[in-house]
């Protein structure tokens, strides 16, 4: 169980339907959410048979190996790491693996050590710990192996600026970019630029070392060059795509100037940018997906037909502003009770992925709950139609909650409490909103990232 807050949550329930209806969402959320656990898909796609070290479809000869150093970071590494250790054992010479602040007394491990960073901008602890890694990677040989285990929020969580940016200087042009509405994409080609490790530099390091990198998808298309940045895949991106990223949302004025004059320098050659595809560093480099979104909205879909339910997976590459994607929602469900389209009632409507918001009011709030709060309008009134979006980690941007549900009565509830939807979606301030109805979805950290969860259900 995951979901702390389910007896309010279904309390909240104006009719039995509603609350058979929130009920089911509870379930979702909680099904979802395990059906990512890094530990069990570690364990899945992990298999040590004598020396041999199956991972996927590729073998490693331990008997050949020297050294086995393990680096890493994100939101799901903890258990990654804890994974590991029960996997190979004293196998492991020694690691150093990033996870999120107050959570590394969670997980068990003895020869790797967690380094406590923050999210979503980055710490000086980060820095520490992303020094280490390069430092037990650089000077290996090729018959070491480094194993990294990367998952979502590996961006922030594994800092390293570059040469002549301070890390207050990154956390500036950080919170520029996820206020202006930037995609993951685009903010990491920044990042990437801006940064010692990531883009491929790990890799760089490590060589001629065998790197298998093991991943928790956080990404759209489960692009490897994206997820956690990524410091052992080739990096497409270039200067150019940095500077034409702070250039497309106006942020040239607002990054500080060491920043800019980096990514100018760069354009003109003057700074060696990221390793690129068919350079030698990733010769023995090897990446294995271990859970994606695509596991999250088959669980969601398999809890939705486990109760009879007609469900229609709208897409596992859910993008766009994250209210008008809740608006958006409300439409399809009266669009199932006028027409029965996409599908009849009884009925399950699912999307996986990840929004954006941009910022122009005070908060708080996060993408998950602004999806929501975008749809309370529409769904009013309609009968026995709830909805819900949750982030798998269980923080849904700089709040203590996944997500929210909504629900039909939801305008109405707000309404006799004062509350006026259209004012905390201005303010971009779902988290108060949500939180004074008793319908803010609570995990806590969970573990995992595979992006967010969307659902609209019909009883």
């Known amino acids: 169980m995951l979901v702390m807050n389910e007896k309010q949550l279904l309390e909240n329930a104006e009719t039995p339907e509603l609350r058979r209806a ?16 890094p530990s069990s898909a570690m364990h899945r796609r992990l298999k040590l048979e004598r020396k041999c070290l199956k991972v996927g479809t590729h073998e490693f000869d331990l008997s050949e190996v020297e050294k086995i150093v393990v680096v890493g970071g994100g939101k799901a590494s903890g258990k990654m ?9 004293n196998r492991i010479t020694k690691g150093v693996v990033n996870v999120l602040q107050e959570t590394a007394s969670k997980y068990h491990t003895k020869k790797i050590n967690l380094v406590e960073a923050g999210h979503p901008l980055p710490t000086e602890a980060g820095v520490g710990g992303a020094k ?6 650089s ?3 090729p018959k070491d192996l480094v194993i990294c285990l990367l998952s979502g929020g590996g961006s922030a969580l594994v800092p390293l600026p570059a040469e002549g940016i301070s890390l207050d200087e990154l956390q500036e042009t950080t919170r520029l ?11 990491n080609a920044v990042r990437k630029h801006l940064s010692g490790i990531a883009g491929g530099q790990l890799a760089k390091a490590a060589y001629p070392a065998k790197v298998v990198t093991l991943v928790i998808s956080d990404v759209i298309g489960d692009r490897l060059d994206t997820i956690a940045s990524g410091p052992a895949y080739p990096d ?17 004025e607002k990054v500080p100037k060491s920043v800019l004059e980096r990514l100018k320098r760069g354009v003109k050659g ?8 068919g350079e030698k560093y990733f010769a023995n480099v090897f990446h294995e997906i271990l859970a994606s979104n695509t596991q999250a909205v088959k669980a969601v879909a398999d809890v939705g037909k486990s109760h009879g339910f007609n469900v229609s997976i709208l897409t596992t590459a859910m993008q766009g502003e994250a209210r008008d994607v809740g608006a958006n929602f409300a439409a399809l469900a009266k669009s199932v009770i006028k027409s029965s389209k996409p599908v009849p009632r009884p009925a399950l409507l699912v999307s996986g992925g990840e929004t954006t918001v941009t ?3 005070k908060g708080p709030g996060g993408r998950c709950q602004e999806l929501v709060l975008g749809a309370v309008a529409g769904l009013s009134g309609l009968q026995n139609v709830a909805m819900a979006a949750f982030g798998t980690d269980g923080i849904d941007g700089p709040t203590d909650a996944a997500g929210a549900i909504a629900d039909g009565s939801t305008l109405k509830r707000a309404e006799r409490l004062g509350l006026d939807p259209d004012a905390y979606l201005r303010e971009n301030a779902p988290y108060p909103f949500f939180k004074e109805l008793g319908d803010l979805l609570m995990t806590g950290p969970t573990g995992t990232n595979v992006m967010d969860v969307a659902c609209v259900i019909l009883v």
């Open 177 to 187: 970019l996820l206020k202006c509405g930037a995609d993951i994409h685009e903010t």
């Open 270 to 277: 003057r700074v060696p940018d990221t390793p690129k595809p």
């Open 81 to 89: 790491a804890e994974a590991l250790e029960e996997i190979l054992g």
């Open 139 to 141: 000077g290996l040989g």
């Open 359 to 361: 910022v122009k009011g």
């Open 132 to 137: 280490r890694m390069m430092n037990l990677v």
């Open 22 to 37: 929130r009920g089911i969402l509870v379930e979702i959320v909680n099904k979802a959410i395990a059906s990512a656990d």
């Open 236 to 252: 497409s991106t270039s200067f150019s795509d940095a500077l034409a990223v702070i250039e497309k949302y106006g942020l040239a």
